[in-house]
């Protein structure tokens, strides 16, 4: 009962003050979600979670809002949409049950997972054929000599496969509830500028192209770039991941690679920007104003984080050390993040690209309607 009451605080905070924004629309021009704000006149549970995945939290409204704190209307749109979006998280989880994972997937947690998992290998490769290989030299550089192909093949894509499962569903729920038919997931043009506006990440631009604000109203587009830095860096280690799989089962050519082969090359650039991107993330939210955030938040964005800077880490450090004795330890220390950071996926942060993905493209469509 004391959740549902909170939850229905957070809505009711979120539609006064969406009320009093849409009735002095000073910010209308800031972000894509006043705009958005106008075209409703009242403001549904549904609407306001769609905002509330819709804003890209650069904080300029609450600097520049006349009713902000200490005023009495005490206006805190980033702050309110923040509380919000992380409920959204909770609700469209999929399997519903394990939507508590939110609740526990703090730092300490992710630290822990990456350190069980690999224990797990640790012992499994133990069992296997002895401790011996993880330190010696004899393996020639080469990761299936210490964890066969297929083992690894079958373990991370049978986990891959949940984790798209309950991304897909989740992003299903969201849309369902929007109150939008999935006939209208197929316009192409409103996709077109949806995926435009995601992959330059246009909205983190801030007002007037200045960038995020933070306190002393001091702007700064680094945030953007860090974002840029992780989220191309974890495509790139992606893509390196899916054209080793090509070379080994479409054209027979087994691991290991030249440096200068696609997978490799594609692989270092996404580890370089896997430790450039989430460092930069991880001080600017440090440094950010707890005034624009929702700081119950703050231990699963850490979680994530750490996460996707340690797989980036990792997968680097093991490349560099891979003709060397330290290659096997260094492997399963590897595949120990990586697996902590698919496992906490569908139950962290990483959602949130998701659903904003899905709010941007509703809202080209609803501009483009509204244009019409």
């Known amino acids: 009962m004391q959740k549902i009451e909170i939850y229905d605080a957070l809505v009711d905070e979120a539609r006064n003050n969406m009320t009093i924004c849409n009735a002095c629309r000073y910010c209308e021009g800031f972000c894509p979600v006043f705009p958005a704000m106008e075209r409703r006149q009242t403001f549904s549970e549904e609407d306001l979670k769609y905002l509330a995945n819709l804003c890209h939290n650069c904080g300029e409204c609450y600097y520049a809002c006349q009713y902000a704190p200490p005023h009495e209307f005490s206006v805190n749109v980033p702050q309110s949409l923040a509380k919000l979006r992380a409920e959204s998280y909770r609700q469209y989880a999929w399997p519903g049950p394990l939507a508590r994972l939110f609740d526990r997937n703090g730092l300490i947690g992710a630290l822990a997972l990456a350190f069980g998992v690999t224990l797990l290998l640790f012992i499994a490769i133990a069992l296997n054929g002895g401790a ?18 297929n083992v690894m093949a079958v373990t991370f894509g049978s986990v891959a496969l949940f984790v798209l499962l309950a991304l897909v569903m989740g992003m299903a729920r969201f849309w369902r509830e929007s109150g939008e038919p999935f006939a209208a997931l197929g316009d192409r043009q409103s996709w077109k500028e949806a995926l435009q506006e995601t992959f330059t990440m246009k909205h983190l631009h801030g007002h007037g192209e ?106 680097l450090a093991l490349m560099l050390l891979r003709e060397t004795s330290a290659m096997g330890v260094m492997l399963v220390v590897h595949l120990g993040c990586v697996m902590a950071l698919f496992l906490t996926m569908p139950y962290g942060k990483f959602v949130h690209g998701f659903y904003r993905l899905l709010a941007v493209y509703r809202n080209a469509l609803e501009r483009r309607r509204h244009g019409a």
């Open 132 to 149: 011996a290989p993880l330190v010696g030299g004899q393996h020639g550089g080469d990761f299936y000599a210490l964890l066969p192909h």
């Open 210 to 315: 200045v960038g995020c604000t933070y306190p002393d109203a001091y702007h700064s587009h680094w945030r953007r770039r860090f974002h840029h830095f992780t989220f191309y860096g974890f495509m790139l280690a992606f893509a390196a991941t899916l054209t080793g799989t090509l070379y080994h089962y479409v054209f027979g050519w087994a691991a290991p690679y030249d440096f200068l082969s696609l997978p490799k090359l594609l692989g270092t650039l996404g580890g370089i920007g896997l430790m450039i991107g989430p460092a930069g993330l991880l001080y600017l939210k440090l440094v950010r104003d707890r005034n624009t955030a929702d700081v119950r938040q703050m231990g699963m964005d850490v979680a994530f984080i750490v996460l996707l800077w340690l797989t980036g880490t990792t997968g």
